[in-house]
């Protein structure tokens, strides 16, 4: 055989993709590739609102690390050829155990936004709370979605603005209200205070000089409406229409007073599950019991409000002893891959819920980039089962993990 004949047998060009959307997400292997992604898209102020946390950030990075500091004792030879990741939520049979928590200004990161967001979802059959921040209303989301939508609730100091929203969750058909309740003054997050960043973004100097570096997201950015908190728009002076400071924003719209009673009157006004977002101690987990609602969210508001706050994943076991299988358990904050899925639901959450990543995905590769990391969460947690000897959901047991030393 000839020179040329050899080479032919052993060389194989790949076909040239054309897509560059495909070409890009190829190349996505996981969350921390979306991010990279995301960060050479995105102009440094918006990355920065969506990558940082507060003050020095330990809470943000070690709700990641938690979970690399947790062990599989993977058991073998369990006949693993037919997988079941469905799971029950709420009383609704889901795919796996993963909802798609609320975020606020998801604009920001693709001009479709929420309604990207929540197509994926429904497309999928993932859970997707909508933020009051949201810069997609109610209605705008729910005529996309015919998935499970819940809506998440700043309390306002102004009452009848929430019940108000609360009541066109009802009626536009979202399962269930999630009422924040860890922001009652917002965290330092000084990556934005060093840049002075607004929402939406305010044009000056330095943004056009970022927006040059990053035409792509300027040109979809100026060609699309306006930025505004959708579904307040026109019920509050601050919608949100004009650039604002995140903090002083929320310091003053949103109630520091806001308590356990509340909590009740939430329950009088919503015919429906509610969630408590940002329970962080066991003490909290058992009142949350005690004042009937339906779930609550381990979450240190993705270390973006109190710097040192508990790792949720660090939080799930404790709390699972104390209130497991009376209230319905999510783990937010710090998942990265179908593999944490198992670890939290392993340690006795009922499921997890992401916000970041998605965020990346959808800058990275608008809602095909979203797609495109369910699937990787779906792949993760189904060969992490296989590999680890779960044949269900229900097989994930405390014995399949350890702490490591």
Avoid at 96 to 117: D, Q, W
Avoid at 254 to 276: C, N, R, T
Wanted: with cysteine.
């Amino acid at each position: 055989m000839g020179t040329i004949e050899t080479f032919r047998s052993v060389v194989r060009f790949k076909p040239i993709e054309t897509d560059p959307v495909k070409r890009r997400l190829d190349k996505a292997a996981n969350v921390d590739d979306l991010r990279l992604l995301a960060k050479r898209r995105l102009p440094f102020g918006v990355f920065d609102y969506i990558d940082g946390g507060a003050e020095d950030e330990r809470a943000l990075r070690g709700s990641v690390d938690a979970f690399r500091k947790i062990q599989f004792r993977p058991r073998v030879l369990r006949d693993v050829s037919n997988l079941d990741t469905t799971t029950t939520l709420f009383g609704k049979t889901v795919p796996m155990p993963l909802m798609f928590g609320p975020t606020g200004f998801t604009r920001i990161a693709n001009s479709e936004g929420e309604l990207a967001v929540a197509r994926a979802c429904a497309a999928a059959g993932i859970p997707y709370s909508l933020s009051t921040m949201g810069t997609r209303s109610i209605e705008e989301v729910a005529a996309v979605s015919s998935g499970s939508k819940w809506f998440q609730v700043y309390t306002w100091r102004d009452r009848a603005l929430v019940e108000e929203l609360v009541q066109r969750a009802a009626a536009a058909g979202y399962d269930g209200i999630e009422l924040t309740v860890d922001t009652a003054v917002l965290g330092r997050r000084e990556r934005d205070v060093r840049r002075g960043y607004t929402l939406p973004p305010k044009v000056g100097l330095g943004t056009m000089l970022d927006g040059l570096i990053h035409p792509g997201w300027t040109i979809d950015f100026l060609r699309n409406d306006p930025i505004t908190f959708a579904s307040v728009a026109g019920l509050h002076e601050d919608d949100g229409s004009s650039a604002v400071n995140l903090a002083q924003f929320i310091n003053s719209q949103f109630d520091p007073a806001l308590s356990w009673d509340d909590v009740e009157w939430l329950a009088s006004i919503w015919d429906g599950p509610i969630i408590l977002k940002g329970i962080q101690t066991v003490a909290d987990a058992k009142q949350a019991l005690a004042s009937g609602v339906a779930g609550i969210k381990l979450s240190n508001h993705g270390g973006r409000q109190l710097d040192d706050a508990p790792h949720s994943i660090e939080m799930v076991e404790p709390v699972a002893q104390e209130v497991g299988g009376q209230i319905t358990i999510i783990c937010d904050g710090g998942v990265r891959r179908g593999s944490d899925i198992v670890k939290a639901v392993a340690l006795g959450a009922d499921a997890v819920s992401i916000g970041r990543p998605y965020l990346y995905a959808l800058a990275a590769a608008g809602q095909r980039g979203v797609e495109h990391l369910i699937e990787l969460f779906d792949e993760g947690l189904r060969r992490t089962m296989a590999l680890t000897g779960a044949r269900s959901i229900a097989d994930i047991d405390r014995e399949l993990v350890g702490w490591a030393n």
